[in-house]
T-cell receptor
Framework: GAVVSQHPSRVICKSGTSVKIECRSL??????MFWYRQFPKQSLMLMAT?????????EQGVEKDKFLINHASLTLSTLTVTSAHPEDSSFYIC???????????FGPGTRLTVL | AQSVTQPDIHITVSEGASLELRCNYS??????LFWYVQSPGQGLQLLLK????DTLVQGIKGFEAEFKRSQSSFNLRKPSVHWSDAAEYFC????????????WGAGTKLIIKP
């Protein structure tokens, strides 16, 4: 099946620093990737939809200047959490849409802890 | 409004017993329907999906789901659960005309009794 990788799997950073998370589709080209945030014991919250070569579409309430998304190639999207604060600590998951099957395949997630 | 309802927050089943996880949706267009499974601290794995055709779909790990348009349901079933099936299960609905965004259910946590 289609494989999506995510790096790093976990990161701990100091408040005020920026963190970049990478999402890669390993065996298919993804024109559309999605970034989610998941709080403990909750479902996924869509943060933004990223289309290759264009600006990401952010969901209501998600600060685009804080969560910078870049989808520069058909296999890579990045999420940068800028000036991170403890309330940004969460589990971030990306997915990529496999175009032949219109199915989202998910990365393993990144656990972000901001001290 | 578009929505997905998983009415059971958690379900406890004995190992070897059958399982049914419920999913109901409200969606204006013909939906794409998915079941994903998430183990603790992990990403989501696709179990199965329905786009069109045969309303009974087979997935991985012995799971199946049946699309019932009249009931707006897409329930997940397995005839005999294994301890390794303990996880969180999410039902999701999407469509081509919504840029393939998925609407998620709240999830059902499956607990397996030995």
């Amino acid at each position: 099946g289609a494989v999506v990788s995510q790096h790093p799997s976990r990161v701990i950073c100091k408040s005020g620093t920026s963190v970049k998370i990478e999402c890669r589709s390993l065996d298919f080209q993804a024109t559309t990737m999605f970034w989610y945030r998941q709080f403990p014991k909750q479902s996924l919250m869509l943060m933004a939809t990223s289309n290759e070569g264009s600006k990401a579409t952010y969901e209501q309430g998600v600060e685009k200047d804080k969560f910078l998304i870049n989808h520069a190639s058909l296999t890579l999207s990045t999420l940068t959490v800028t000036s991170a604060h403890p309330e940004d600590s969460s589990f971030y998951i990306c997915s990529a849409r496999e175009p032949r099957t219109d199915t989202q395949y998910f990365g393993p997630g990144t656990r972000l802890t901001v001290l | 409004a578009q929505s997905v309802t998983q009415p059971d927050i958690h379900i406890t089943v004995s190992e070897g017993a059958s399982l049914e996880l419920r999913c109901n949706y409200s969606y204006g267009a013909t939906p794409y329907l998915f079941w994903y499974v998430q183990s603790p601290g992990q990403g989501l794995q696709l179990l199965l999906k329905y786009f069109s055709g045969d309303t009974l779909v087979q997935g991985i790990k012995g799971f199946e789901a049946e699309f019932k348009r009249s009931q707006s349901s897409f329930n997940l079933r397995k005839p005999s659960v294994h301890w390794s099936d303990a996880a969180e299960y999410f039902c999701a609905v999407g469509a081509q005309d919504s840029n393939y965004q998925l609407i998620w259910g709240a999830g059902t946590k499956l607990i397996i009794k030995p």
